[in-house]
């Protein structure tokens, strides 16, 4: 349960992120307010490590395979991707939109077993899940 609670928090997070940084884009520029954002982020995870332990900073050099250390140059894409798709879009097309990219994408993920992940056999009822997903984008859009 306390997994599905995490993930409601990520999603609502992620939503209210993505509209204050679109808010600080517009009077600040596109990687002024994408560096203001990685900023903060790493001034909150030092915080955050001097507050609950100090993990060794040295063992990221022990990570393998190495381009599992890009998370933070993805973190700029998707600061940035948000940004313009709620300035173009507006927050709630943005938010399904990118909800079911994020479906699709991890779902992939797991039916090959990428990037290190167990792969996982086919399910009909996510592939029809897939499907009421797009139907949904579908009528969301419908005017």
Do not use: H
Not at 77 to 93: F, H, M, N, R
């Amino acid at each position: 349960m306390i997994g599905f609670i995490i993930a409601l928090l990520s999603g609502a997070l992620m939503s209210v992120q993505g509209v204050f940084n679109t808010q600080v884009t517009k009077t600040t520029g596109m990687w002024v307010s994408n560096g203001w954002v990685q900023l903060t982020a790493f001034a909150v995870c030092v915080a955050a490590w001097f507050i609950t332990g100090r993990d060794s900073i040295a063992s990221l050099a022990k990570v393998e395979p190495k381009y599992v250390l890009l998370g933070g140059v993805i973190g700029a894409g998707i600061t940035w991707t948000v940004i313009k798709s709620i300035e173009i879009l507006g927050p709630a097309k943005s938010a399904l939109l990118i909800v079911v990219a994020q479906l699709l994408v991890s779902y992939l993920i797991e039916l090959f077993g990428m990037f290190g992940m167990d792969k996982e056999p086919f399910e009909w009822r996510k592939l029809i899940g897939m499907v009421v997903a797009a139907v949904g984008i579908t009528i969301f859009q419908w005017k």
